[in-house]
């Protein structure tokens, strides 16, 4: 009992009650609350419509497009070609993909490191498409305040049909999109036949399908959350930003403190900041954040908020540029336009650009050089070697001549390396216009003019009217 007695005694531990702790933290997952963006007018707004009409034209156009007596545009996977314009591109001219993903990927490094997310706001198709179902969704429901209270208000007749013609013109949109991506792989034109004779391909059917009800969905209802959640720029972007990079920024030391004022009056005087609090700029914002709050991941600098804040200024006779593409730099040193934009042409800025233009450059010269002949050489695994009549070792190989060109040609083979080496058969084999074919090809050597073993000889491939020539490498085997 002593022992107790004189024990240290301990403080009670405290317990928290889960239930407590949930209601004061709040539920881990919030429910996502619809965004109603307001339509808004603008130097931005106009080059966000403009981007929406040029990539739509070519998205829609292109598949459209006759060269010749083809599409001009097709990939046509089953054959295995690709027809770019003039150019037909074939597996092996897989490098040529590889150098256009590689430019792709420079070239959104670049435009990052100059003037930020340039291709979600303005050029990435979650963006395109989102603006035109939202500009169907405007035309329909009506306006921010029409499209709220739409939602909010009790069913009704009028509810219905608007949201049932909105959804029919999305599903339109989205369905004529899948056709068209289709029409990229499948000539469009006879897609379009196979379509209305009700006989298209099941994979047609689905890939049509798949494309179409997956903008749908994107465009017309998760929106935001594609670029918030699901496009992993969002989380990335801030490896290549730096203070230099031009954003979407809120000059703060001149907006602050917020506060309401009457036209004219002089802000300082009340001792408040130019930002009157109208939040236009949230208003108007795809994904509903506040940019006055700082650099956040999920701006897309579409710079609408740029548009809504230079209106009210004019409203207000303030001076523009309260929200502005600005540098973190320029905006903590006061920089002027003509400071930031040339420190915008920093060394990382010039590497890229030099990266970019060197391999671009390359790419074309590749491309206008190419030799428009493709050759493979597959020896017979059925026999390595065998005699033939007259005293003849033979090997036996098989020979895929593809012709880029989209006119016939006729190619002579030969083979050279080994002294008395013969071809069969030795009159020109045709190829017709973008096309492949496999040719049986028989390599004799006198017996006994060569040791045994393995010696290398050369396939030579050229056309008739010299405009191509090919030199493929094999080996001939000399049995012991």
């Known amino acids: 009992m002593e022992d107790i007695a004189s024990a240290p005694i301990r403080p009670a531990r405290r317990v928290i009650p889960i239930a407590a702790a949930q209601e004061e933290g709040g539920s881990l997952f919030a429910a996502h609350k619809k965004i109603y963006p307001r339509t808004m007018r603008g130097v931005f707004a106009r080059w966000r419509w403009t981007m929406v009409f040029l990539t739509q034209l070519v998205f829609y156009g292109l598949p459209w497009l006759e060269w010749g007596e083809r599409q001009a545009v097709l990939f046509d996977l089953g054959a295995r070609r690709f027809y770019i314009l003039g150019l037909v591109l074939y597996p092996q001219d897989l490098i040529y993909l590889t150098g256009l993903l590689v430019i792709s990927a420079l070239s959104l490094f670049l435009f990052t490191a100059v003037a930020g997310r340039l291709w979600c706001g303005y050029a990435c198709p979650q963006t395109v498409y ?13 306006n921010r305040i029409a499209r709220m209270r739409l939602d909010e208000g009790e069913f009704s007749l009028e509810k219905l049909v608007k949201k049932w013609f909105k959804h029919i013109v999305w599903l ?27 006989r298209m391909g099941s994979w047609e059917v689905f890939w049509a399908l798949f494309y179409g009800f997956a903008t749908y969905g994107n465009a017309g209802f998760m929106r935001e959350q594609v670029c918030m959640y699901m496009c992993p720029y969002a989380r990335f972007q801030s490896a290549m930003f730096d203070r230099d990079t031009l954003i979407v920024s809120y000059d703060g030391e001149r907006g602050e403190p917020r506060g309401v004022r009457s036209k004219g009056s002089d802000a300082r005087a009340l001792g408040l900041g130019d930002c009157i609090d109208c939040t236009l700029c949230v208003q108007v914002c795809p994904t509903g954040i506040d940019i006055r709050k700082g650099l ?15 209106t009210m200024m004019d409203k207000m006779a303030s001076p523009r540029g309260l929200i502005r593409y600005a540098t973190q730099n320029g905006m903590g040193g006061h920089w002027t336009r003509s400071q930031v934009l040339r420190r915008v042409l920093r060394p990382r800025v010039l590497i890229y650009a030099g ?13 206008v050089v190419r030799m428009p002949l493709k050759v493979d050489v597959v020896r017979d695994r059925g026999s390595l070697a065998r005699i033939v009549e007259g005293g003849q070792l033979e090997n036996v190989y098989r020979l895929q001549i593809m012709n880029a060109t989209e006119r016939p040609q006729r190619y002579r083979i030969e083979a050279r390396g080994l002294e008395g080496l013969g071809v069969s058969p030795a009159e020109p084999v045709e190829v017709g216009p973008a096309q492949s074919r496999w040719v049986a090809v028989r390599l004799q050597l006198p017996y006994g003019s060569a040791p045994a073993g393995s010696h290398a000889v050369h396939f030579d491939i050229r056309s008739l009217d010299g405009s191509a020539q090919v030199s493929e490498k094999a080996a001939f085997m000399v049995p012991r």
């Open 130 to 142: 989102s603006e035109i179902f939202m500009w169907v969704e405007h035309k329909i429901e009506g």
């Open 172 to 198: 339109g949109i989205a369905l004529w999109t899948g056709f068209t991506f289709v029409g990229y792989f499948t000539p469009i034109q006879e897609l379009g036949l196979a379509f209305l004779q009700t």
């Open 296 to 310: 956040q991941y999920e701006c897309i600098g579409c710079g609408l908020c740029v548009d809504a804040c230079n």
């Open 355 to 367: 990266v970019l233009m060197a391999l671009t450059i390359g790419l074309l010269a590749s491309l």
